[in-house]
């Protein structure tokens, strides 16, 4: 069946580095997508989101790459910090109705 | 924090019993969606209510079920409980399913023994 995944579960990088999260995409009919963090003992928080007729998206710190050849998407983090630290999951809007389906998400630990 | 609240915050029950989740939306927002959230997993859609209607459902069995009250509050229900029911149960809220103004609550997290 179609799906949302992610190439890794865990990633650790050194504070200061850059970090770059990765998401592939089966439902070719989808056309948005959105970012969340997920800090442990919390809901999912909205970071950033893409639609399908654009290949990036920046906002603070943070940038979005779509490619939709590849049904591939990335979230990058420039000077991760500490507080990055969380679980990141991609969701794609597969309806009408802003019905959001995750991946299963990447860990993300920022060594200081 | 963001203004959506659940309650509870745990719950255990044992299988076949059934079980209310309650969620309180951001002021201002008339939509909630529900999703369930397994141990080491993406949260997984289980349905949407918009103006007190059910709008769009995912791939859960009808022993879920759900409520949206006028002041655009939620319960989620679940019957027969069974032990792959434990997870955390997530709801968001948000303006008319806009993902950018989502705001999800902590969650309940719920044991079924």
């Known amino acids: 069946g179609e799906s949302v995944g992610l190439h890794l579960p865990t990633l650790s990088v050194q504070e200061g580095d850059n970090s770059i999260i990765n998401c592939a995409y089966s439902?070719?009919?989808?056309?948005?997508f959105i970012w969340y963090k997920q800090e442990s003992g919390k809901g999912p928080q909205f970071i950033i989101d893409i639609r399908s007729n654009m290949d990036k998206r920046q906002g603070q710190r943070v940038t979005v790459l779509l490619n939709k050849t590849v049904k591939h998407l990335s979230l990058q983090i420039a000077a991760t910090q500490p507080g990055d630290s969380a679980v990141y999951f991609c969701a794609e809007d597969r309806a009408t109705g802003n019905q959001f389906y995750f991946g299963t998400g990447t860990s993300l630990t920022v060594i200081p | 924090e963001t203004g959506v609240t659940q309650s509870p915050t745990h719950l255990i029950k044992t299988r076949g019993q059934q079980v209310t989740l309650r969620c309180s939306s951001q002021?201002?927002?008339?939509?909630v969606s529900w999703y369930q959230q397994a141990l080491g997993q993406g949260p997984q859609f289980i349905f949407q209510y918009y103006r007190e209607e059910e709008n769009g459902r995912g791939n859960f069995p009808p022993r879920f079920s759900g409520l949206q009250f006028p002041n655009y509050s939620s319960e989620l229900n679940v019957n027969a409980l069974e032990l792959d029911d434990s997870a955390l149960y997530l709801c968001?809220?948000?303006?008319?399913?806009?993902?950018?103004?989502?705001?999800f609550g902590p969650g309940t997290r719920l044991l079924v023994l």
């Open positions: 002021s201002g927002h008339n939509t």
């Open positions: 968001a809220s948000s303006q008319s399913g806009r993902a950018e103004t989502q705001y």
């Open positions: 439902n070719s009919a989808s056309d948005y």
